[in-house]
T-cell receptor, first 115, second 111 residues
Framework: ETGVTQSPTHLIKTRGQQVTLRCSSQSGHNTVSWYQQALGQGPQFIFQYYREEENGRGNFPPRFSGLQFPNYSSELNVNALELDDSALYLC??????????????FGAGSRLTVL | KQEVTQIPAALSVPEGENLVLNCSFTDSAIYNLQWFRQDPGKGLTSLLLIQSSQREQTSGRLNASLDKSSGRSTLYIAASQPGDSATYLCAVDSGNTPLVFGKGTRLSVIA
C-alpha cells in the first residue's frame, strides 16, 4: 500500500507567477484535501475534492484552485502568487463514504517560497 | 466556529521526563480528536485518534485523553527521548467539516 506522495518537495517562485502542486492519494482513497501551513502555524484547510469536484472550501481566494483526476490524484494551482503564499502545502487523502471517512493520511508536503 | 488552542507553544525538557501537552477546543460537539507529530519541514504523522465516545487511547509511551464536556484533550508522553523532539499538533473533527488544527507545541527533549 503506497502512501500520499507530493511533488515537488521544494520550489521557489516570484510574485505574480503561477504554481501547480501535485498529489497522489493513498491506494483505496477517493478524496483529497489540501491544507496550507504557514511557518509556526497549524494547517489551514484550503479545499477538498471528491469525485473530481470541489467538496468544501476554506477561506481562500479564487486564485487558489484545484483539480482531481479519475485516478483520484489532485493538483493545487495558485495564480498571481503573493509573498504571503509562502508556506508548506499539505495534501491529505481519505475515503469519503466509508467508515473512518475523516481519517486523513498526509503527504510530506510541498514547500513553496515566494520572493 | 471551532477554535483549537494548544498550550504551551514550546517546551524543553531533559531526557527521561514525563510530560503533558494540552489541547482545548471551543465547541464540544466533536466527532473525534487526533494528535499528530510533525518533524521540521515535514508532513504530519498521525499518533492517536480518540473517538468522541472514548476517554483515552494509548500507543506505546503515548497516552491521549479526551474530556469532551470541558473541551480538553491531553497528550502524555512517558520517559521522553531526544527522538521525541518535534511539533505536536492537535486536530478536531466536528463531522461534516474539515479538520481544525491548533498551532502546535514544539517539543525539545535534551539528552
Amino acid at each position: 500500500e503506497t502512501g500520499v506522495t507530493q511533488s515537488p518537495t521544494h520550489l521557489i517562485k516570484t510574485r505574480g507567477q503561477q504554481v501547480t502542486l501535485r498529489c497522489s492519494s493513498q491506494s483505496g482513497h477517493n478524496t483529497v484535501s489540501w491544507y496550507q501551513q504557514a511557518l509556526g502555524q497549524g494547517p489551514q484547510f484550503i479545499f477538498q475534492y471528491y469525485r473530481e469536484e470541489e467538496n468544501g472550501r476554506g477561506n481562500f481566494p479564487p486564485r487558489f484552485s484545484g483539480l482531481q483526476f479519475p485516478n483520484y490524484s489532485s493538483e493545487l494551482n495558485v495564480n498571481a502568487l503573493e509573498l504571503d503564499d509562502s508556506a508548506l502545502y499539505l495534501c491529505a487523502s481519505s475515503s469519503l463514504g466509508q467508515a473512518g471517512a475523516n481519517v486523513l493520511t498526509f503527504g510530506a508536503g510541498s514547500r513553496l517560497t515566494v520572493l | 466556529k471551532q477554535e483549537v488552542t494548544q498550550i504551551p507553544a514550546a517546551l524543553s525538557v531533559p531526557e527521561g521526563e514525563n510530560l503533558v501537552l494540552n489541547c482545548s477546543f471551543t465547541d464540544s460537539a466533536i466527532y473525534n480528536l487526533q494528535w499528530f507529530r510533525q518533524d521540521p519541514g515535514k508532513g504530519l504523522t498521525s499518533l492517536l485518534l480518540i473517538q468522541s465516545s472514548q476517554r483515552e487511547q494509548t500507543s506505546g509511551r503515548l497516552n491521549a485523553s479526551l474530556d469532551k464536556s470541558s473541551g480538553r484533550s491531553t497528550l502524555y508522553i512517558a520517559a521522553s527521548q531526544p527522538g521525541d523532539s518535534a511539533t505536536y499538533l492537535c486536530a478536531v473533527d466536528s463531522g461534516n467539516t474539515p479538520l481544525v488544527f491548533g498551532k502546535g507545541t514544539r517539543l525539545s527533549v535534551i539528552a
